[in-house]
């Protein structure tokens, strides 16, 4: 009985001494099972399994909207930590971006470094970020692939072949694209946004005038990967041949 007590008071002790100390806080994604909703909130890490236990999710909430059986994330993403929980360093000035390419690590940033531009438009990341084997990704999501970039562009096409599938795919109005903004409708609820893109060299270029995208899969044995990218001055959807040091933006898709 003696020896039992001891442990159960040292694990008692631990208990009330953690109690004390400022707890950890983390973001769930939790489920409202009965009225089907979710939403992000943030509880102390102690309560994680219980939350885990009734269906909630470690993270936050994503919007996602769903386009020809495809399932993707509403907003660029805007993340600053691979799947795993590691810190994707963040690069400001150019010669940080620059280094971080010729290393061929992962890097994010951004857009002119301002905080602000990433509530709107998620972060700038390279592409060795997007292909870090710790995932970029959240669990349960990937970085598309350029078949399946390819997928949503015919099905879009098919709905109305009118060649217009950017402007299907681009929020309209010039709240944050650049006038004229042409032929976007949005109808396919993509909502893509202009959020410009970082060069290899570290100028920023484009925010307002286009929005570009990373895919998954490599284009050459050089440093070139394929994309997409939408403008304002047309309604078109063009496929990019984009450099694994550039930074663009990242869209992903449920797995
Ligand atoms: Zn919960």
Not at 57 to 71: A, D, K, R, S, Y
Not at 208 to 225: C, L
């Amino acid at each position: 009985m003696g020896k039992l007590l001891v442990p159960l008071l040292a694990i008692l002790l631990f208990i009330t001494c953690k109690k004390d100390d400022a707890e950890t806080k983390i973001q769930v994604c939790h489920k409202n099972q009965k009225e089907g909703t979710s939403h992000t909130i943030t509880i102390n890490e102690s309560a994680l399994p219980a939350h885990l236990a009734h269906g909630d999710v470690l993270g936050p909430c994503f919007e996602t909207v769903t386009i020809c059986n495809q399932v993707w994330m509403l907003k660029n993403l805007d993340v600053d930590r691979y799947r795993d929980g590691t810190p994707i360093p963040q690069a400001t000035t150019a010669e940080e971006w620059i280094a971080a390419g010729n290393a061929e690590t992962g890097a994010w940033c951004y857009y002119n470094n301002d905080p602000l531009t990433g509530a709107t438009y998620g972060k700038l990341y390279n592409w060795f970020a997007v292909n870090d084997p710790r995932g970029l990704a959240p669990a349960g999501w990937h970085i598309p692939s350029d078949a399946e970039w390819t997928t949503l562009e015919s099905c879009l096409n098919e709905i109305a072949p009118t060649g217009n599938v950017g402007g299907k795919m681009k929020e309209p109005g010039t709240t944050h694209w650049d006038y004229p903004n042409a032929n976007a409708t949005n109808s396919s609820g993509f909502t893509g946004l202009p959020g410009g893109a970082r060069g290899y060299q570290g100028p920023f270029t484009g925010i307002g005038d286009f929005g570009i995208w990373f895919s998954s899969t490599e284009a050459d044995a050089i440093g070139g990967v394929w994309g997409r990218y939408l403008i304002s001055h047309d309604g078109l959807i063009y496929g990019s041949y984009d450099l694994k040091k550039n930074g663009s933006s990242v869209r992903c898709l449920r797995d």
